[in-house]
């Protein structure tokens, strides 16, 4: 897949243009430098920072819409023009680096879909009267047939019509171990085959596959979720277009009257620098990127300031299951003995010797489970892998087979498929192993849970109000299974892409703020459609990882909920910078409008308002707001 590098964007080239002009004009500044190379070196960070959201401003103006963007330019430039050159380039710096963080994420998550694509294969191989011959997965139609080579991957959804194989479905289901496909099953395009050859019969156009459609999906919320905003920046605009029109009618009127003309100017420029949305905006965003600072230090990378604010917001936590609550690897949980001749030891010894020949998914975790207990494996002689039944072989003149139970148990086998019904109840994958062809166990295999799943269900659940929902493509055992295990009510099982963007939206109609926690490419298109996408990077898809708003980098859901609450505090330090700024706008303005405000003195208030609230948010870089944050979710 081909990624867009980052300085292939202009906006990036042009925002890190202006953080290098900054940072020279403010060393300038601070060595004394002649007032001319500073100044210099700020109007160029004007220039680069600014001309992009000016045309793109004025532009909108022509369309009868005042953008924020342009108001923050101009509001740069009337800050140069009284002299605080800094403040105004800093605010372009600011403006300049959020537009070019957006065009780069956007970028990305548009290469991550055309990758998604390249899961299906360009061939497949068609059987005809003729014999076989390769064609491309756009050429096929329902109904024709394509042969499937053990390790390829599948070049349409469509019905196993011969063969047995071991499919991996995790990109579509999620399901964590690879499923048996006979004939009569359905199987799904870009899955990835196993060991065993397949004929499938083709039920879908290349267009309308599950891989497809999940692309579609991630494509359509993307474009069509509503361009979230930071809650100044929903009355930004009112407020700004009321102080240009309040600074022109103080320049206006009080001429109309018969003031001096320099009285009256002096008079609106001081309004208009006392009541700019500047102070207002670096009042909101300090906070909210101190939290987003602490936040990463502590594993959970928060996109952009929107993305913190909005995490505050939620009210439902909607969990993915396989690699989110669990760890996506399978693991021997059971060992359900049916002869007295072996122990647990003798017999995990024995079918782990035969299984480590083995590349199933299944073996692995056998074979896993021996060596934790230091078990001496022996040499496997006469192994031969069956594709959708098992293995065998022989080991210390033991002829073993192991396997699914429906491939190697009769129905007279009433104990082992006791056995085997038990592990199943539980969630539990059973393999049976039989030694000279008589069972002797049946292994339960799971996926892993991780440690601190119920702990931070539990976590959540006091923070929103309400209890997780979760969404997940696994069955339905497994999956009320694992719910039960970590505190969850609510689960909705066997979904596709689809169905799980259906039950988020479901989720939004019943008036909830829903923020969805997943890790796979199935989880994408639910990740883009929710209020809040959080990604878990250990093992997370590129897609999935592009379309999140958040990533927990060390896969530690405990973070989630002591992001969610330092979120919540961030919201409450930003209402609080808004009222200080607000309180110092209406003293400035009334003394302006009613007494005489020096100009040095309104800008010395305006700036000191200003290093008041930035000191205030950045008190949420602390060690200690992350410490607090934890608190408030135990």
Known sequence: MTRTRLFALAEVRWAAAAVVLFLVGLTLQLLDAPAWSWWAAYLACYAAGGWEPGLAGLAALREKTLDVD?????????????????????????????????????????????????????????????GEETVPVTDLAVGDVIQVRPGERIGADGTVMSGASEVDQATITGEPLPMDRTPGDEVFAGTLNGTGALRVRVDRLAGESVVARIATLVEQATQTKAKTQLFIEKVEQRYSIGMVAATIALFVLPLLWGEALQDSLLRAMTFMIVASPCAVVLATMPPL????????RHGVLAKSAVVMEQLGATTRVAFDKTGTLTRGTPVLAEIRLLDPRFTEDELLRLAASAERQSEHPLAAAVVRAARQRDLDLADADEFAAHPGRGITARVDDHYLQLGSPDAYLSEVDVAPWQAVGSLRELGQTAVV????????????????????????????????????VLLTGDNHTAAHQLATAVGIGEVRAGLLPEDKVGAVQELQAGGHHVTVVGDGINDAPALAAAHTGIAMGGAGADLTLHTADAIVVRDDLAAIPAAIALSRRARRVVTANL?????????????????????????????????IVGLNGLRLLRKSAWRRAVRETS
Request: net charge negative; aromatic share 2%; hydrophobic share 55%.
């Open 70 to 130: 342009l108001l923050m330019v101009v509001a740069a430039i009337g800050a140069a023009a009284i002299g605080q050159v800094t403040d105004g380039a800093l605010l372009i710096v600011i403006f300049a680096t959020s537009g070019a963080l957006e065009a780069f994420a956007t970028a990305r998550t548009e290469d991550s879909v055309r990758g998604l694509l390249d899961l299906a294969p360009d061939t497949a191989t068609r059987v005809g009267p003729s």
């Open 289 to 296: 990127l101190a939290a987003i600072a602490n936040a990463g």
């Open 433 to 468: 192993v039989l030694c000279e062809r008589t069972p002797v166990a049946v292994l339960g295999v799971t996926d892993e849970v991780r440690t601190e799943a119920g702990t931070a269900v539990a976590a959540v659940t006091r923070l929103t109000g309400a209890a997780p």
């Open 579 to 611: 009222a200080i700024a607000a309180t110092f706008i209406a003293v400035l303005v009334v003394w302006d409008l009613v007494g005489h405000l020096p100009l040095p003195l309104g800008v010395a208030g305006h700036e000191g308002s200003t290093v």
